[in-house]
């Protein structure tokens, strides 16, 4: 076939389908297929590392390619203070910096929706990295091991957006994002858990006001002493905040996720007091709910009874429940989804590692465990032979450093007993019901 009788074909259609190097290929066999496959090739996600690197070409990629971008997004790396950096208007002067010294006007423009009006998706990353190092330029009480150390009142973060520029950088990334009309869905990816004096403004509850998919993971970690973030106070009270100054606003937001911090806990439960981040009377628009690394708790619980007239599709990935006494079981949300939230009907629950059914080996730190239980290996042979059957994870709060203890022995109890495998099958077998009629 020669180049001008394959440039007869559906280039376009046939470049949707294409691996993208095979479509850079096919870009270079002539101008007319260039033309051709400039949006397959083109479009997608516009990515920038701020501050932006000068020798970077914004505006001349944005008037090339601007109508292919669909999609932005923000990688932040905040600054600390230089050493005796601490004058109001030194750290003032610095907030803007966050976009770069040579394009930071072409930044605002893209982040405000100013330029790329088209675009209705943004998603924004902090880098965490700079957090590993306790470093004072972080700020007392701010920095990485402090970060989510110490609650704070309103007052206290004005103050400290004039002290530490990184504080003032967060606040500048936000104020800008809020002056966005566009914008419906929005990722925050390793969200800082301290408060900004942007989400006090008018502007930031319409902004809220206007998202319809909204999917936060929250920043955690230890506090350098092994006490994990969920034993501070600042992570807990800042959970409460998320809820006051983020979910209360987000009345059009159909489809949330929340990720929690492979080091932090969300979900009230025996020792532990960090809420979930939304609550009843939140979120009226929601239909899909998706959490990962979350503790099933009474609130979860509690929400979902008040979502039950609007939500149809619920999420789980690596969640858990609490082994000790009052909080619930797998079972008691299988059962609650089956006789209340009539709509639902999609549930999907995942793990990336089945959970326990031995203790590790004591002292030993390679994943080793000791000999299975009678019924332990019972259970693991019943698993290999029915793939319908799920290990519901338990686990304990450490009294003291607050990390998570799997318990091996209750999730061999619960299921021995059964209730938790007998209450998902029921609710399964209730959904397809569900679908079949339509709903």
Not at 77 to 91: C, D, Q, S
Not at 125 to 131: G, L
Not at 209 to 219: A, K, M, N, T, V
Not at 264 to 285: I, S, T
Request: glycine content about 6%; aromatic content about 8%; overall charge negative.
């Amino acid at each position: 076939m020669t180049t001008s009788h394959f440039e007869t074909l559906p280039i376009t259609d046939i470049a949707q389908i294409l691996p993208f190097e095979d479509v850079k290929s096919l870009s270079l066999v002539s101008r007319v297929m260039r033309d051709a496959v400039r949006r397959p090739l083109f479009s997608g996600t516009l990515s920038i590392t701020c501050p932006v690197s000068p020798d970077r070409d914004l505006d001349g990629h944005i008037n090339k390619y601007g109508e292919f971008i669909s999609r932005l997004h923000f990688n932040i790396n905040l600054e600390l203070n230089p050493y005796g950096t601490t004058r109001k208007e030194k750290v003032l002067s610095r907030a803007s910096l966050i976009w770069g010294t040579s394009s930071g006007d072409t930044i605002k423009s893209i982040i405000r929706g100013e330029a790329l009006s088209h675009i209705d998706t943004l998603s924004v990353k902090f880098n965490v990295n700079q957090f590993v190092d306790d470093n004072d330029g972080w700020g007392h009480r701010a920095g990485s091991i402090h970060v989510f150390e110490y609650s704070e009142h309103p007052q206290e973060v004005y103050k400290e957006e004039q002290k530490l520029i990184w504080r003032a950088q967060y606040t500048e990334v936000w104020n800008q994002i809020a002056a966005n009309p566009n914008i419906k869905k929005m990722k925050i990816s390793n969200l800082l858990p301290k408060l900004s004096s942007a989400w006090y403004t008018d502007e930031w509850e319409t902004f809220l006001g206007r998202l319809e998919d909204l999917d936060i993971s929250i920043f955690g970690g230890d506090n350098g002493a092994g006490w994990e973030a969920q034993r501070m106070e600042g992570f807990a009270g800042f959970s409460e905040d998320l809820s006051t100054f983020m979910m209360q606003h987000a009345i059009n937001v159909t489809r949330l996720r929340v990720e929690a911090h492979e080091h932090d806990l969300l979900g009230r439960c025996y020792l532990n007091d960090v809420p979930l981040p939304f609550e009843n009377a939140q979120l009226p628009a929601l239909c899909r709910l998706e959490l990962e690394r979350i503790m099933v708790s009474g609130g979860l619980l509690d929400f979902l009874e008040g979502r039950a007239d609007i939500l149809q599709e619920i999420k789980l990935h690596d969640c858990m429940c609490c082994c000790e006494s009052g909080n619930p079981s797998w079972a008691d949300l299988w059962k609650l989804i089956r006789e209340v939230n009539t709509n639902v009907n999609n549930i999907s629950h995942s793990q990336s590692e089945t959970p326990p059914l031995a203790d590790p080996v004591p002292f030993v730190y390679t994943g080793e465990t000791l000999p299975d239980s009678e019924e332990a290996a019972e259970i693991r042979e019943l698993l290999k032979q029915d793939k319908g059957l799920v290990l519901w994870r338990y686990v304990e709060i450490d009294d003291k450093y607050g990390f998570i203890i799997e318990r091996s022995d209750e999730n061999v109890e619960r299921s021995v007993e059964g209730r938790d495998q007998l209450e998902y099958t029921m609710l399964l077998e209730e959904l397809e019901k569900r679908r079949k009629k339509g709903l």
